[in-house]
């Protein structure tokens, strides 16, 4: 399997803060693969170091088993790095026009391009006068026009409208699947993540704090939820592994062999069950879960 | 490829109208009605025309090279350099180029652009000032002539590459200030206040001594000059040639080591914001 991106005890450090904190992270070459975490989780300071932009105070990064800021490896990658800024006297023709020559592209489609991002109508003007939105889809057309086998994209919706991030979504499913393109995503939205990534790592604080498939990593948390009365006496004989879910439930963090111990202790003490099911966790129970354990939430 | 990050800069910088103005067209169209603007009085002043005083258009174009790189001249050209060298700082557009290209080619072709941009100012520079003493001429009435026609032709090329040269130094240091304070004004305050205390370095050094020495020779300035008056006068320089060497070379080194101080400097450089 080729390894589009990885990182090796990465850190970077910025005076006292670590953007990145003994940070190892092996991203595989196909799909859409998810960079999840809260603001200043360090997703851009990854993105910076595998494109070169940055270097890491320690550690390594590599691209397609190149190191990180190698030219041989960047030609093989187009990027959107945070919100992206044109030079304010070009066009957006002109502008896709320079990044072509500057990367030596001769047969770039940048009609095209322009007008599968939905810029066509804006196409001779300034990038001046655009909105963010405008912007972050000229980003992707800059990012996927010369025929990267990667594109990393960071948070490639913020700042957009709820329509255009549905389009923008879409849009980059739909280029991962025809171009045949590796996507490297970052987001702090879970629901974007879960709508376009196939793999997803969770960073907090520099670190990953867990990595894997979208599915597994919900099926891995399941738990049980019990709707009893009352309801303090199911909380105190759980302690720890217990959390109120509405008025009359409780969710037990408990494995599966745990469970018949579980409802005699609670039957015993006298308490009344009318429902005990196992539920899978979302995205966001298994983000929310994951950052509270790895004390940042 | 440098040359793809070349035609990606002469693209940009050819679409970037303000730059090109006020970097490189604005300083020689002062010179331009200036000079115009002195035969008009100088017309009225003499209350007919002055018939019979000589217009050299040779001598007129050596010294508007001679000063193409001077105080007021290098304002402008500072301004234009840092758009280009500094520019991407500015508008925090090195995350879009940086993948794109290596680090010593995107600031070499910088470097390379202004450097044309420079040379297209000192060819407007000669077109203009040509242009103003045919037409300052008629206004006053003067008679133009064409010193030493071969020589002459020999003589501008060399003033003109000089300067050329004399402009590179102050552009290399625009380079190293833009990555260093990662805007263009500190780049164009830079240059401007360099090239003038060179101004004053030289003429006090010279003054002290009328010969060249090693500490007159490092100033660009004055090796620059040194070099346009041999040049200019080769008979009349009474100078041997030595100095003349060293000022050729103390030129060569200030510009080279300034553009790979610039290159080194950002090759290392982090980009984080920009
Ligand atoms: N140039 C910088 N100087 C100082 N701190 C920085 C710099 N860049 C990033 N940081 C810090 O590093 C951390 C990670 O930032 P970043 O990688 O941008 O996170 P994210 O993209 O996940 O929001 C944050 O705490 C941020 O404040
Ligand atoms: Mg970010």
New binding site residues.
């Given amino acids: 399997m080729t390894i589009a991106l990885e990182a090796v005890a990465l850190t970077k450090a910025?005076?006292s803060?670590r953007?990145l904190d003994d940070f190892s992270l092996s991203i595989p070459a196909g799909g859409v693969f998810g960079v999840l975490?809260?603001?200043?989780?360090?997703?851009?300071?990854?993105f910076r170091i595998a494109l070169g932009l940055v270097r890491p105070t320690s550690g390594s990064a590599s691209l397609f088993g190149a190191p990180a800021g190698d030219m041989t490896s960047l030609r093989k990658v187009g990027a959107m790095i945070e919100t992206p800024r044109y030079p304010p006297y070009l066009t957006a023709r002109d502008t896709l026009s320079m990044l072509a020559l500057e990367s030596g592209t001769r047969d770039a489609d940048i009609s095209g391009w322009l007008d599968r991002v939905g810029l066509g109508g804006a196409a001779d003007r300034a990038t001046n006068g655009f909105s963010v939105g405008m912007k972050q889809r000229l980003g992707l057309a800059a990012a996927f026009f010369t025929r990267p086998e990667l594109v990393i994209l960071?948070e490639p919706t913020s700042g957009m409208d709820p329509a255009g991030i549905q389009e923008i979504r879409a849009l980059v499913v739909d280029l991962a699947r025809k171009e045949g393109v590796t996507v490297i995503l970052?987001s702090?939205q879970l629901d974007e993540v879960r709508r376009v990534c196939d793999r997803v790592a969770i960073?907090s604080k520099?670190k990953v704090v867990t990595e894997g498939a979208v599915d597994a990593l919900t099926a891995s948390q399941v738990r049980l939820r019990l709707v009893a009365s009352p309801v303090e006496q199911v909380l105190a004989v759980l302690g720890e592994k217990g959390a109120a879910d509405g008025p009359d439930a409780v969710l037990a963090d408990i494995s599966r062999s745990e469970a018949p111990a579980l409802i005699r202790a609670l039957v015993n003490a006298g308490v009344e069950i009318t429902e005990a099911r196992w539920r899978e966790a979302d995205l966001e129970g298994v983000y929310l879960q994951t950052l509270k354990s790895s004390g940042a939430a | 490829m440098f040359a793809n990050a070349i035609a990606a800069e002469r693209f940009r910088l050819l679409r970037d109208r303000s730059t090109l103005f006020w970097g490189f067209i604005f300083a020689p169209l002062v010179g331009f009605f200036l000079s115009i603007a002195g035969d008009i009085f100088l017309r009225q002043l003499a209350k007919k025309p002055l018939t019979g005083m000589p217009l050299d258009l040779v001598g007129q174009v050596l010294k508007a090279l001679g000063s193409g790189a001077s105080v007021f001249p290098a304002l402008f050209l500072a301004i234009g350099a840092a758009a280009v060298l500094a520019g991407d700082y500015r508008w925090e557009t090195w995350r879009l180029l940086t993948p794109r290209n290596s680090r010593p080619h995107l600031l070499g072709a910088k470097l390379v652009v202004v450097g044309e941009a420079i040379l297209w100012n000192l060819v407007l520079t000669v077109g203009l000032t040509l242009l103003a003493g045919v037409i300052g001429a008629s206004i006053a009435g003067k008679t133009l002539v064409v010193s030493g026609s071969g020589a002459g032709l020999g003589q501008i090329a060399g003033v003109f590459a000089v300067t050329w040269l004399e402009a590179m130094t102050l552009a290399s240091l625009a380079a190293v200030i833009a990555v260093i304070a990662r805007s263009p004004m500190g780049a164009v305050v830079a240059v401007v206040v360099v090239r003038f205390v060179q101004t004053i370095l030289a003429a006090g050094l010279g003054a002290m001594a009328p010969e060249p020495t090693w500490k007159t020779l490092a100033i660009p300035a004055y090796s620059a000059d040194l070099l346009r008056g041999f040049l200019a006068a080769p008979n009349h320089a009474g100078l041997e040639t030595g100095p003349v060497g060293v000022a050729l070379l103390v030129l060569l080194a200030w510009a080279a080591a300034l553009a790979g101080g610039a290159i080194l400097l950002f090759q290392r450089q982090d980009l984080?914001?920009e």
């Fill in positions: 910025y005076g803060v953007a975490g809260p603001n200043g989780a360090g997703k851009s300071t990854l960071d970052a702090h960073l520099g | 984080t914001r």
